[in-house]
């Protein structure tokens, strides 16, 4: 048996494995821009409604333009959008880099910048997802799906760990996201040496069109409508975390609210052995419940977040926050990609990253909610929505578990009940 079964049984694809390590480079790049973000607003400004404020700019991208990126990934060759969507961030995170080196960044071109950087991603990610299916067999294609996830926790891992050695011990913030920057002198080579595969060869209907027909189709299947509507609601829980920190750090904890590494790298590590676990599970193992479990674990993670009288408590806190939100969405996305068909795959992606959206446009909320009511309980409020969450999501599959979903793909019977 080869090394790559099981687990990483995607990886033996030559194809794939270097989309695979492309991603988890670009990720990393992208993950570092984000989680210093709301830091740098903060400290512009030592609100936390502007922390969630200078996010906001992906996620208006990412919700209006996400279905449309979908739509086109379903009907175009996948690489020149992956390239595209690779080529404008890394734009964004140099000239970031530079304004803030030069002391001329402000709040509005932060939002300005996650605005460019989510249209950027409203093209590549269900461009990239879409992808998956084309470069490996189908039999393997539900591992892919859970080895993308695999490789955003490992971005999750190192984009915290190089935060933490990188700002203030060998560069400054605006030279770390020059660093970032150069790392796409890497993905970009290899995404440009993959190969171009088949556009749809349908006769493609207008914009509006297939948009209906997607919702329609993702509406229309119970399974997919519950782990959609599931997903957004855990993504605008789980990432209210990133929004909030900055303020648990300088209001209730003494510390700078850049001192956000250690904890963000305590998640992530969480996630990343959560879903090694995970990923070999996914096909055969009662998937339905493991995401349930894991929605009640991160509800949990807030919880003691919201409690946690020191900074050593809050990076503990973060172990049972990374499992759970990172074991829920490679559990989600593997169900939902699986029991969609391929010629919905873009859009499908492209309605779940509207959870993304969804999230950066609530970021300023969260935020104006921890400036009137406090850090503490407005951390404690997204755990108990967290556990609302997964409590819908549990009574939703309650009432389908026992019938087919039309909308599932054969031969994958632990992935379609999780029984």
């Keep these: 048996m080869s090394l790559l079964s099981g687990t990483f049984s995607a990886l033996e694809h030559r194809n794939y494995r270097m989309l695979w390590s492309g991603?988890?480079?670009?990720?990393?790049?992208?993950?570092?821009?984000?989680?210093?973000?709301?830091?740098?607003?903060?400290?512009?400004?030592?609100?936390?409604?502007?922390?969630?404020?200078?996010?906001?700019?992906?996620?208006?991208?990412?919700?209006?333009?996400?279905?449309?990126?979908?739509?086109?990934?379903?009907?175009?060759?996948?690489?020149?959008?992956?390239?595209?969507?690779?080529?404008?961030?890394?734009?964004?995170?140099?000239?970031?880099?530079?304004?803030?080196?030069?002391?001329?960044?402000?709040?509005?071109?932060?939002?300005?910048?996650?605005?460019?950087?989510?249209?950027?991603?409203?093209?590549?990610?269900?461009?990239?997802?879409?992808?998956?299916?084309?470069l490996v067999p189908k039999d393997v294609f539900p591992n892919a799906v859970a080895l993308q996830q695999i490789a955003q926790n490992i971005s999750q891992v190192a984009a915290p760990l190089l935060i933490a050695v990188l700002v203030g011990n060998v560069l400054d913030i605006g030279a770390t996201y020059l660093f970032m920057g150069s790392l796409f002198i890497i993905v970009l080579p290899i995404t440009i040496a993959l190969?171009?595969?088949?556009?749809?060869?349908?006769?493609?209907?207008?914009?509006?069109?297939?948009?209906?027909?997607?919702?329609?189709?993702?509406?229309?299947?119970?399974?997919?409508?519950?782990?959609?509507?599931?997903?957004?609601?855990?993504?605008?829980?789980?990432?209210?975390?990133?929004?909030?920190?900055?303020?648990?750090?300088?209001?209730?904890?003494?510390?700078?609210?850049?001192?956000?590494?250690?904890?963000?790298?305590?998640?992530?590590?969480?996630?990343?052995?959560?879903?090694?676990?995970?990923?070999?599970?996914?096909?055969?193992?009662?998937?339905?419940?493991?995401?349930?479990?894991?929605?009640?674990?991160m509800a949990f993670g807030f919880v003691l977040v919201a409690f946690a009288p020191n900074y050593w408590l809050v990076i503990a806190a973060g172990v049972p926050l990374g499992i759970g939100r990172s074991g829920f969405m490679l559990v989600n996305n593997t169900l939902l990609m699986s029991n969609a068909d391929p010629a919905f795959h873009g859009r499908v992606m492209s309605l779940s990253m509207m959870g993304f959206g969804s999230q950066a446009l609530l970021a300023p909320v969260w935020g104006l909610v921890a400036d009137q009511l406090g850090v503490r309980t407005t951390l404690f409020i997204v755990g108990i929505a967290t556990a609302g969450v997964t409590a819908a999501v549990g009574v939703a599959w309650a009432g389908f578990r026992v019938r087919p979903s039309p909308a599932a793909e054969p031969g994958l019977p632990g992935l379609m009940t999780g029984d």
Excluded: H
């Design 195 to 297: 190969p171009n595969t088949p556009s749809s060869a349908r006769t493609p209907r207008p914009i509006r069109s297939e948009l209906v027909a997607g919702l329609r189709y993702v509406w229309g299947d119970s399974r997919l409508r519950t782990l959609w509507l599931g997903f957004v609601g855990i993504v605008v829980c789980g990432f209210a975390f990133q929004t909030l920190l900055p303020g648990l750090l300088s209001e209730e904890l003494d510390r700078s609210p850049t001192d956000i590494g250690v904890i963000f790298l305590t998640l992530a590590l969480a996630g990343l052995v959560v879903n090694l676990l995970l990923a070999g599970l996914v096909r055969t193992g009662p998937a339905w419940g493991l995401l349930l479990a894991t929605g009640l674990i």
């Design 23 to 134: 991603s988890m480079l670009a990720t990393t790049a992208f993950m570092m821009s984000f989680l210093l973000i709301p830091s740098v607003a903060f400290e512009i400004s030592g609100s936390n409604a502007a922390a969630g404020l200078a996010q906001m700019g992906s996620g208006i991208a990412m919700f209006t333009i996400s279905p449309i990126g979908g739509v086109i990934a379903d009907r175009m060759q996948k690489k020149p959008l992956v390239l595209a969507g690779q080529i404008v961030p890394a734009l964004v995170i140099i000239t970031t880099g530079i304004l803030i080196i030069a002391d001329l960044i402000t709040v509005p071109m932060l939002t300005a910048a996650t605005l460019v950087m989510g249209l950027g991603f409203a093209f590549m990610g269900p461009a990239r997802q879409a992808w998956v299916a084309e």
